[in-house]
């Protein structure tokens, strides 16, 4: 067996499912929680981690993500998370078939307008790092505000190991 990204792709899938469903259980307040940045509250963080899956998708594939509605959920109330779940399902099922295509070196041109090259494995672990740091995020924010945070410990790879098989 060749060890790949397929595994951490379907953690990284899992635990972003689980975040949602933790915030689900919160009040729309919690929405709003912010660590250091009121800008960058937990709905603006959700919302970035799974608009940037698809800008992921988008990288590799050139071909956005079809997702119920116009685009990535932007969080107004809780219940906006109902979609989010879905949209965010969508797009990490499509990283992990992104992980199934031969790891070449793709050149585009980034936010700044340069022209870069990055491997296709680059682009995937850098989706996974990507979610990961902003999980942590958004409990150290809810904890600041006195929400119930994400449990980290709950969402690491050994508890999906447990879960998963």
């Keep these: 067996m060749t060890i790949g990204l397929e595994r951490l792709l379907a953690h990284m899938k899992w635990a972003n499912q689980l975040t949602i469903e933790h915030l689900q259980t919160l009040p729309n ?6 660590a250091t940045n009121p800008e960058w509250h937990v709905a603006e963080i959700m919302h970035h981690i799974v608009d940037s899956a698809d800008a992921y998708v ?6 956005r993500c079809e997702l119920p509605g116009e685009s990535i959920q932007e ?10 779940k879905v949209q965010a399902e969508l797009v990490d099922s499509a990283l ?27 682009i995937l672990s850098q989706a996974i790092h990507h979610a990961t740091e902003h ?6 924010a809810l904890e600041a505000k006195g929400f119930k945070p994400v449990d980290l410990d709950e969402l ?3 508890r999906f190991e447990i879960n998963n098989g």
Excluded: H, M, P
């Excluded at 307040?29 to 912010?34: Q, S, T, W, Y």
């Excluded at 988008?58 to 071909?63: G, K, L, N, P, V």
């Excluded at 999980?135 to 150290?140: C, T």
């Design 29 to 34: 307040e919690a929405l709003k929680a912010f």
């Design 58 to 63: 988008f990288r590799i594939t050139e071909e």
């Design 75 to 84: 969080l107004e109330s809780i219940a906006d998370l109902a979609n989010l």
């Design 96 to 122: 992990q078939e992104c992980s199934k295509l031969d790891d070449v070196q793709l050149e585009f041109k980034n936010y700044s307008g340069n022209l870069v090259k990055r491997w296709r494995s680059t």
């Design 135 to 140: 999980r942590a995020q958004i409990a150290s």
């Design 156 to 158: 690491d790879l050994w």
